[in-house]
């Protein structure tokens, strides 16, 4: 069997382009293998910021030869009239590339059977895979020299062999070889690749890793045993890890320090210049933050001094203008910067950051007296959560926002609550983050997210798949998932329409509104909630209820409808109301029957039986059990009673007593979106 390797050499490519390409790279080949019917066992992808590189393994040799029979023109149209060939068949023969002696008649058509050599792997990779590279996607594209063409870097050279072969082909002017480079601080500035299976270790004899995970590992492993050599812990930060494992070849960590004086600014202005700003791994003793990082180097040599010097000098100017900011901005208390927030705008037409806070205060004061939270303290760090947006500080580090306020709020003498309310009101800053554990920071959270989801819809802005101003996904998740885990009662229904009063005049249409950030809010709890739960069972749970006026009801119909679907007999009891729903339909007003109206026993039974069940008063799981009990009393009804009746009040009063066990059912799920 073949292995293909490929290998894209460029000028150093942006990180945030590597992991893309890498995807890219491995779908469009493997959609290519696919449409050309050649089978293979696995793609494996590698990168550096110098390299885009694929293995193929297993690839057969070549395409399957593939017989064809195809339908020609009809037979008065193939044949004139003394049963020579026309130009119609002439053609279509020579379209197909075959001998017209070879066209034969059948059901009064001519067929052609064609023979389909198929291709050598050799010539499929050839003719596609430049497409394939050309085909890549990513931000900050660019053109070199004079070509046309476009690509992150500049392409520099080309690898593609099969086996030992060259697959040899030509991009901007690069003819593909066998020949790939070490690191540029290699002594073996030319690497030749005798075949795939020795690609790895070629370039690991010059200084490249090319293997995106054994390189991460080695990052962790080394960086461990360099923190141990001091007596030191080190935290490692995912994102950071894989930044920096696409920036590098070959790491090398190196242990720097910076003065003890700097410790003094908050933890986490410092840990921010060293792990945001300059790609740092912080160094840690017993919890606290000690005055020294490991930088990893991209570096073949032994000479680490001007490394060390040159990191050290940058963090120390960075850490110098942060002890600036903070001593300039606590030279006054938290609140004197709320009026600055006025000479802020928060979004053209819906006013300040300034009146953002005062909204923000009305909605967080309202929850906090719903939820009987302490009013004071959640209105306190509604007041103060926007102020330091405006400090030095936050101006210049724009991701400490929050943060900076939960410091600056202690040093001007807040509480402890309202300080880490000031920090966690931004929480969850993603999907998988944590929620704000204290409750100031969960009410104020959700009272600041919804204002910005009900501002950025008021202003006509569309939510796409490349479009999300303001972050107004990750605001609904954030706000959906703190009530439902925190297990808050809050009536999200009624805090949208809070929020859109709140923007008085500058709505037209309220209740559209209202409407569209509500479909909006159910869409994204329905996303939030697939992997737990089946679409279906999520549809029936919503349809036809305000979910969002009570989540934690949603939830506990989600638990006990997903419980029942699994049910070996509950084939049985969606039928039972499924019969019901098909014969009134889309009927929504039903009348109490008439017991003088009722002909047979199975109505009566059905009636008593049904009566006798008092949705409102019953738990789920109760009702999901009388309910239960109605299906032979349903499925006897439907045996020996015509719905349909000729007299007009017979069949109006059957369709009410349906209409009446169909909410009993209704008050769990709408059952007919459930897909059984």
Not at 33 to 42: A, G, H, P, Q, V
Not at 195 to 220: C, F, G, M, Q, W
Not at 479 to 508: P, R, Y
Not at 536 to 551: R, W
Request: some cysteine.
């Amino acid at each position: 069997m073949n292995k293909y390797l490929l290998e894209i050499g460029t000028e150093e490519l942006a990180y945030k382009f590597i992991p893309s390409a890498m995807e890219q790279l491995k779908s469009e080949f493997s959609k290519m293998l696919e449409e050309n019917k050649i089978d293979y066992s696995t793609i494996k992808v590698y990168a550096t910021p110098r390299r885009l590189t694929v293995i193929i393994e297993e690839l057969s040799d070549k395409q399957q030869d593939v017989q064809k029979i195809i339908k020609g023109p009809i037979a008065t149209i193939a044949y004139d009239e003394k049963g020579n060939l026309t130009q119609a068949a002439l053609g279509f023969a020579a379209k197909n590339n075959i001998q017209p002696s070879d066209l034969y008649k059948q059901d009064n058509y001519i067929w052609a059977k064609i023979e389909q050599k198929g291709k050598s792997i050799n010539e499929i990779l050839k003719n596609n895979v430049p497409e394939i590279i050309l085909k890549l996607k990513g931000t900050h594209f660019m053109r070199w020299a004079d070509l046309d063409i476009k690509f992150q870097r500049p392409i520099r050279w080309i690898v593609s062999i099969l086996n030992e072969d060259k697959i040899e082909f030509e991009i901007a002017g690069i003819k593909s070889s066998n020949i790939s480079r070490g690191h540029r601080f290699s002594d073996k500035t030319e690497v030749e690749i005798k075949n795939p299976e020795s690609y790895l270790s070629a370039l690991e004899s010059a200084n490249v890793i090319a293997d995106v995970e054994k390189r991460k590992n080695t990052i962790v492993r080394l960086s461990k045993e360099k923190a141990a050599e001091i007596g030191a812990d080190i935290i490692i930060d995912k994102d950071l890890l894989d930044e920096v494992t696409f920036i590098t070849e070959w790491p090398v960590p190196v242990v720097c320090s910076f003065d003890e004086k700097y410790l003094q600014i908050p933890e986490k202005v410092a840990v921010t210049v060293m792990a945001v700003h300059q790609r740092y791994f912080p160094l840690y003793k017993d919890g606290k933050l000690l005055n020294k990082f490991i930088t990893i180097s991209n570096y073949t040599g032994n000479y680490f001094d001007n490394i060390k010097a040159g990191n050290e000098r940058v963090v120390k100017a960075r850490l110098e203008d942060a002890v600036f900011f903070v001593q300039e901005d606590t030279q006054k208390p938290l609140i004197a910067y709320l009026d600055e927030l006025k000479g802020v705008t928060f979004q053209k037409g819906f006013g300040s950051v300034y009146d953002k806070t005062q909204r923000i205060c009305k909605l967080s004061a309202d929850l906090a007296k719903s939820l009987k939270a302490p009013v004071a303290s959640v209105e306190r760090t509604a007041l103060l959560c926007k102020a330091d947006l405006v400090t030095k500080l936050v101006i210049e580090f724009t991701e400490l926002q929050g943060y900076i306020g939960a410091d600056y709020a202690l040093r001007s003498g807040e509480t402890q609550e309202v300080s880490k309310g000031i920090m966690e009101h931004y929480f969850p800053l993603n999907a998988d983050s944590e929620l704000a554990d204290g409750i100031e920071g969960q009410i104020v959270g959700i009272a600041d997210k919804m204002d910005t989801i009900v501002t950025v819809f008021a202003d006509g802005k569309k939510i796409s798949g490349s479009q999300d101003p303001l972050g107004i996904r990750r605001a609904t998740l954030g706000i959906l998932k703190t009530i439902i885990v925190k297990k808050l009662d809050i009536n999200l229904s009624a805090l949208i329409k809070s929020a859109i009063e709140l923007l008085q005049d500058k709505i037209e249409d309220k209740e559209k509104l209202f409407k569209t950030i509500q479909n909006f809010f159910e869409q994204r709890l329905t996303i939030m909630l697939s992997d737990q739960y089946r679409h279906d069972v999520l549809e029936a749970c919503i349809s036809g209820k305000d979910v969002l006026a009570d989540l934690k009801d949603f939830i506990k119909r989600l638990e006990i409808v997903s419980s029942l679907v699994k049910k070996q007999d509950y084939t049985a009891y969606n039928e039972a109301i499924n019969r019901i729903i098909r014969i009134i339909k889309n009927e929504e007003i039903f009348a109490l029957p008439d017991a003088n109206l009722f002909v047979y026993n199975e109505e009566r039974n059905l009636w008593e039986s049904s009566a006798a069940i008092d949705e409102n008063a019953l738990s789920y799981e109760q009702l999901i059990n009388k309910t239960e009990e109605l299906i032979p009393y349903i499925s006897e009804f439907f045996e020996k009673v015509l719905v349909m009746d000729k007299n007009e009040k017979i069949k109006k009063n059957r369709i009410n007593l349906l209409g009446y066990v169909k909410n009993k059912f209704n008050k769990i799920a709408d059952f007919s979106k459930i897909v059984c």
